[in-house]
């Protein structure tokens, strides 16, 4: 865990447990950030043929879910425990049963 997020964190990296890049902090609130995360080879495609990209995937990021904060990434904990609550299943997103709200451990 670390203290809360910055102003001066906006335009940071965001790294998985691995320290491979997964995002970049696009705003702070307290101990929230919000995560614009690196385009899949799909959005790469669809920006390049010109389809329409879906209009906020910002993640919401706590606290709790980052290990360190360096000078220039948000590094998060490993994706054991990272939001185990908020990570839907593949049963329950079949379902419908879990909200479209998206968690930075599906980044991992």
Do not use: Q
């Amino acid at each position: 865990m670390c203290s809360s997020f910055t102003p001066e964190d906006v335009g940071k990296t965001v790294e998985n447990a691995e320290r491979e890049a997964v995002g970049v902090v696009a705003a702070v609130d307290g101990d929230v950030a919000y995560v614009e995360p690196t385009p899949s080879v799909a959005d790469t495609i669809r920006a390049a043929l010109g389809w329409e990209l879906e209009p906020d995937d910002a993640l919401t990021l706590g606290s709790d879910d980052v290990r360190e904060i360096t000078a220039d990434a948000v590094v998060l904990e490993s994706g054991d425990g990272v939001g185990e609550s908020d990570t839907e299943t593949d049963d329950e997103r079949a379902s419908g049963t879990v909200s479209d709200e998206r968690h930075p451990s599906s980044l991992n």
